[in-house]
């Protein structure tokens, strides 16, 4: 049967006018945009198997590649654009939430902060976070940009970022794409450098936080700082 031909208030497009946004699943979502099957299934079942291939899992499908959405029968360039461009507007849409002017008191803030910018990277970043004498954040600035296990930080341009906006305390910040939050040795020597050169120019480092796609590790929460 297809979605033409079920009750009308069982209709992805017709319930979203009739009941909102939230009413609807993630495949009734996808239906939506996708907007037509295919002759043996309708958009929704459509959107049910690209959902499955990706584990039912929106973070692992907002990375799915162009040419993966168009091995589905019913979707070709048109559609596969169409789901891509939602797809990354989700993810700016979280990006562009407010973080400066924030009271950045506790790690778990740091996460809701940088988790969409970097959580479901596939190469690594280096960010630092600059905050005032009350601990708000006035700045972040990515220091550098690596490859799948590791990116350079030079020390020296964190501090000149940080005199720069006249921050008195700072908090560091990368990924991990691997998915795994254990600190590398590197990790920890970086995190023992930038301290010992915070402590020279009076500029405290509150936090250093590893952020993968789920979870982070806070080196302050688990007393490593």
Not at 45 to 50: L, N, R
Not at 106 to 120: A, H, K, R, T, Y
Not at 192 to 203: F, M
Request: hydrophobic share 40%; proline share 2%; with cysteine.
């Amino acid at each position: 049967m297809i979605i033409k031909e079920w009750k009308k208030e069982d209709r992805p497009r017709e319930k979203l006018f009739s009941k909102g946004r939230l009413a609807l699943s993630d495949s009734e979502l996808l239906a939506i945009l996708i907007g037509s099957g295919n002759e043996k299934e309708s958009a929704l079942e459509i959107g049910k198997m690209i959902l499955s291939g990706s584990q039912n899992s929106l973070g692992i499908l907002s990375k799915t590649s162009f040419q993966n959405l168009l091995k589905y029968k019913g979707i070709g360039k048109v559609k596969a654009s169409v789901i891509i461009a939602a797809l990354e507007l989700g993810k700016r849409s979280l990006q562009s939430k407010p973080g400066s002017g924030r009271k950045l008191n506790n790690s778990n803030l740091v996460f809701e902060i940088m988790q969409p910018l970097i959580g479901d990277l596939e190469h690594e970043e280096f960010w630092i976070l600059l905050l005032n004498n009350s601990n708000t954040l006035i700045h972040k600035w990515r220091l550098s940009k690596g490859g799948i296990t590791a990116t350079l930080v030079d020390v020296r341009l964190i501090y000149k970022k940080a005199l720069e906006f006249g921050a008195t305390s700072i908090i560091l910040c990368h990924n991990h794409p691997s998915g795994n939050l254990r600190p590398s040795k590197a990790d920890v020597n970086l995190t023992r450098k930038v301290k010992n050169g915070g402590g020279i120019l009076d500029i405290q480092i509150l936090d250093h936080i590893i952020i993968t796609e789920r979870s982070y590790f806070s080196f302050a929460d688990e007393g490593k700082l």
